[in-house]
């Protein structure tokens, strides 16, 4: 099931025996635990009908042995695993999920990595009789979709530069993102529809003009005044812009102009978005970008982001980082 599937049914109050959440990604795990922990039962049934354990102090007899229990006064009881990843086996479990108890909601929290594949006979008894959740991590590209979407939740809209400019500041940390998302809703007037630039550099502490994606974007488009101008800036304040931050920004974005050399269909924005794994309402300046440079110059770049990534790291030179970075800018532009 979809993290949406599983939050609707829950919010029409269907709930099924096991929830098995597992993923590298614990935005939705934590979201789905938080909303069973507040909603099923009501206050005065938590007492005797929530329980909550962590992995690293129970095995999976004692979470069996929890669920098996009838609720007191309740229609449901509730057993909530938290850091179930340091639980060391998982072999009887399978008795208890081909057969779990009809008013029990056992949730399951396995998070940062995924459960092991291939014990597919407890993944499909868990399907059959309950929610097996597989929680990825959301692609870089798809992060502005996602703080769209997110924010209109909030009764928000949001322009497509401004979710272009949080998602390369905030990077896919969703609890982070949802966490920034949340302090702009309650800053702005309730009368104020649209989230703008001006709000997040105002809350949050982005630069309007000093981030990763200007440079990028002005790189793309040749504009070496304020490229140089960014560029001097970063070397001057290190500590507020990470040089590998920097450098992983810079490699993503020439890598793609030069895929983009590489696409059988070049005239399809729809299908160079989803091959360059960009927004689509970037694709004209990426396309645009290619072409400025040409795949030969694309082809040093990269060369160029290696080698000086190397002398970052302190191999074979002693150069500050700023200045290695100010001439790693110079070859790019020149």
């Known amino acids: 099931m979809k993290f949406e599937q599983i939050i609707s049914e829950l919010k029409n109050k269907i709930y099924k025996p096991i929830y098995f959440l597992s993923g590298d990604e614990p935005y939705y795990i934590d979201a789905v635990c938080n909303y069973i922990a507040n909603n099923v039962l009501t206050e005065s049934e938590k007492a005797f009908n929530q329980t909550v354990v962590y992995g690293k102090d129970v095995e999976i007899s004692d979470v ?33 999920a081909e057969n779990p108890l009809k008013s029990t909601i056992l949730v399951i929290c396995h998070k940062y990595k995924n459960f092991d594949k291939r014990k597919k006979k407890l993944i499909d008894a868990i399907k059959e009789n309950g929610v097996f959740f597989d929680a990825k991590k959301i692609s870089d590209y798809k992060l502005p979709d996602w703080i769209n ?19 390369e500041y905030l990077g896919n940390d969703l609890e982070k993102i949802d966490n920034e998302l949340k302090k702009l809703v309650i800053a702005i007037p309730d009368s ?19 981030n990763n ?34 450098m ?7 890598s793609k102009l030069l895929l983009f050399y590489g696409l059988n269909n070049k005239s399809n924005k729809r299908s160079v978005a989803a091959e360059l794994e960009i927004p689509p309402f970037v694709v004209d300046e990426y396309i645009a970008a290619a072409r400025r440079y040409g795949s030969g110059k694309l082809i040093k770049i990269i060369g160029y982001l290696r080698d000086y990534d190397v002398k970052f790291k ?13 001439e790693l800018g110079y070859l790019i532009m020149y």
């Open 248 to 254: 992983a920004a810079l490699y993503g974005y020439f």
């Open 192 to 210: 104020q529809k649209q989230i703008t630039i001006d709000d997040i550099v105002h809350n949050i502490g982005i630069s309007k003009e000093y």
């Open 314 to 326: 302190g191999v074979g030179s002693n150069t500050d980082s700023g200045e290695l970075l100010k």
């Open 64 to 96: 069996i042995n929890l669920s098996k229990r009838f609720p007191m006064m309740a229609n449901h009881q509730v057993v909530i695993v938290k850091e179930a990843q340091n639980i060391r086996t998982y072999e009887e479990f399978i008795h208890y």
């Open 213 to 246: 994606f200007e440079l990028t974007r002005s790189l793309g488009k040749k504009d070496k005044a304020k490229a140089t101008r960014i560029i001097h800036h970063f070397a001057m304040n290190p500590k507020a812009y990470p040089l590998p931050l920097t």
């Open 149 to 167: 979407q997110q924010v209109g939740k909030y009764g928000k809209t949001i322009g497509a530069e401004t979710c272009m400019l949080l998602s």
